[in-house]
């Protein structure tokens, strides 16, 4: 592991499942977190800085999902959304033969800037407080009702 690591974890991608050891195992892929030590700000505990993936077969690229219902209906509310949008992309990770386990990278569209706490928040839940590289940009969104958007990467 590099100086600038600081934490390791191996993740079961797809399965969940913990071996005796307490690390997480998976079918070939492995993953590094980094952290600069040196040189760069501290990241907050619900990121990270970069994770590195080795030994990963497929990628999959998501476009941005909302949180819409099946019938293409935004949730009312902020929650409403999230919870949709969580749903949505589990539905998109499941047609690939992957879970939420799989996601490496996240970017998070938000029409507003007060947004950021309750999607940071959903989206810990979302990964059980598994943290990856993230980004959180303030848009305007293609429709008003549109609240919050996500676009990830998954490697298996």
């Given at each position: 592991?590099?100086?600038?690591s600081l934490?390791?974890?191996l993740?079961?991608?797809?399965?969940?499942?913990?071996?005796?050891?307490?690390?997480?195992?998976c079918?070939?892929?492995e993953t590094?977190?980094?952290?600069?030590?040196?040189?760069?700000?501290?990241?907050?505990?619900?990121?990270?800085h970069?994770?590195?993936v080795?030994?990963?077969?497929?990628?999959l690229?998501?476009?941005g999902t909302?949180?819409?219902?099946?019938?293409?209906?935004?949730?009312?509310?902020?929650?409403?959304?999230?919870?949709?949008?969580?749903?949505?992309?589990?539905?998109?990770l499941?047609a690939?033969?992957?879970?939420v386990?799989?996601?490496v990278?996240?970017t998070s569209?938000?029409r507003?800037v007060?947004?950021?706490?309750a999607?940071?928040?959903a989206?810990t839940?979302?990964?059980?407080?598994?943290?990856i590289?993230?980004?959180?940009?303030?848009?305007q969104?293609?429709s008003?009702?549109?609240?919050?958007e996500?676009e990830?990467?998954?490697?298996?």
């Open positions: 592991m590099s100086g600038t934490g390791r974890w993740g079961q991608v797809g399965h969940g499942r913990k071996c005796g050891c307490g690390l997480w195992l079918r070939g892929v590094v977190t980094h952290t600069a030590v040196d040189g760069a700000y501290a990241p907050t505990a619900d990121y990270a970069a994770i590195e080795s030994g990963a077969q497929r990628l690229f998501v476009s909302m949180g819409l219902d099946p019938a293409g209906v935004a949730g009312a509310t902020l929650d409403e959304q999230l919870t949709l949008l969580w749903d949505n992309l589990r539905a998109i499941a690939a033969d992957m879970t386990d799989n996601v990278r996240l569209y938000l507003d007060d947004y950021a706490q999607n940071a928040a989206r839940r979302a990964l059980g407080g598994r943290v590289p993230t980004t959180a940009i303030v848009v969104t293609l008003p009702e549109w609240l919050v996500l990830i990467v998954a490697a298996g």
